[in-house]
């Protein structure tokens, strides 16, 4: 489950560079391969459990937010939900 949600990340944040060429996004995915690489093993090794994720929320939502994306927190009343 969390390599999928990883990837849906990833494809997010690449999709998000409205580039509508593939080649555009497979680029970006691997000129940033080394940094999502890196904030996949953190949040490995924080093994944060359900519902209690504070870290692993707060690093997505700044990367996110770093794309330009923007977050709605708090979601379904789970504080680390976000969307």
Partial sequence: MKSFAFLSFL???AIHSKAQDPSVI???LE???A???QMAETIWKWAEPG????KT???LQ???KKQGFTIETGIA???TAFV
């Fill in 62 to 64: 700044e990367t996110l």
């Fill in 51 to 54: 519902y209690l994720e504070s």
């Fill in 77 to 79: 009343d789970i504080p």
């Fill in 11 to 13: 494809l997010l944040s």
């Fill in 31 to 33: 000129d940033e391969k």
């Fill in 57 to 59: 929320t707060s690093l």
């Fill in 35 to 37: 940094t999502y690489y």
């Fill in 26 to 28: 497979i680029k970006k």
